[in-house]
């Protein structure tokens, strides 16, 4: 099925901050009890990481340029997503 527009789709723990920033038409919500675990082969190909970092709350988030992916720092995570 071809759709008439593209639909832009955010998984995310926290509507105010991923859902919103990432300008999502969709949000799907869920809710995290440890801070999450960076998959490195796959956030290239399904993150924009200047996104990733600045939707980060806390600053827990920090990009890695070298490797092109990011770093979560668990003693500054919320669990927000």
């Known amino acids: 099925m071809k759709l008439p527009a593209h639909v832009?789709?955010?998984l995310a723990c926290c509507l105010n901050m991923c859902g919103a920033v990432h300008c999502s038409d969709i949000a799907i919500l869920g809710i995290h009890r440890t801070?999450?675990?960076v998959?490195?082969?796959r956030v290239p190909n399904v993150c924009e990481i200047p996104t990733?970092?600045?939707?980060?709350?806390?600053?827990?988030i920090r990009a890695d340029m070298k490797n092109k992916t990011v770093t979560?720092?668990?003693e500054k995570c919320m669990y927000c997503g």
């Open 35 to 37: 801070a999450p675990k």
């Open 52 to 60: 990733t970092v600045a939707s980060c709350p806390t600053g827990a």
């Open 39 to 41: 998959d490195n082969a």
């Open 8 to 10: 832009r789709i955010a």
């Open 72 to 74: 979560v720092n668990d």
